[in-house]
């Protein structure tokens, strides 16, 4: 049983790794078709989805001014400068995922998959445990009737 928790331990942050690694490699290909872009605010954010604040920002690049709708913190007032990513075409993207949220997200996923591993280790444990002692308690009982009335004629003897 400690063996298979110590292997459902290794598997679940060896699964913890591979998704911190793939995810950080996903960001990675993600901020590489990005910019980054310090813009100003013009307008009071408004909520555009939960958890969401959403403002009028604009930009001066190269290319000329820019304005558009991009996610901004939720403290951002008229006039703040802002950091938001934008693509090619100069759209506001969502930002590439940071490192401690991909380790937070792997994190999660090995802790679910060693507590899952270990309630179906514990699970078949009892189950093995249980199924040992009802053997245990037949063979007895298949033992004791082929005894017992022997030891009766034994007892009684005297």
Not at 2 to 8: F, G, T
Not at 51 to 56: E, P, S, Y
Not at 65 to 75: E, I
Not at 148 to 157: C, D, L, S, Y
């Amino acid at each position: 049983m400690a063996l298979s928790v110590v292997v459902a331990a290794a598997l679940s942050a060896l699964l913890g790794l591979h998704l911190y690694v793939a995810d950080r490699a996903s960001a990675l290909r993600q901020a590489e078709q990005l910019h980054r872009v310090v813009a100003v605010a013009v307008a009071p954010p408004f909520a555009a989805d939960r958890g969401v604040r959403t403002a009028t920002v604009d930009w001066t690049d190269a290319a000329g001014k820019h304005t558009a709708q991009a996610t901004v913190p939720d403290s951002t007032g008229p006039g703040d400068h802002v950091v938001i990513w934008a693509d090619r075409n100069d759209v506001p993207q969502a930002a590439p995922r940071a490192a401690a949220e991909s380790a937070g997200t792997a994190v999660s996923y090995a802790v679910a998959a060693f507590a899952g591993a270990a309630t179906l280790l514990a699970g078949g444990h009892a189950w093995a445990r249980h199924t040992l002692n009802k053997r245990v308690d037949r063979s007895w009982e298949e033992e004791w009737a082929l005894v017992e009335p022997k030891w009766n004629r034994w007892n009684h003897r005297g």
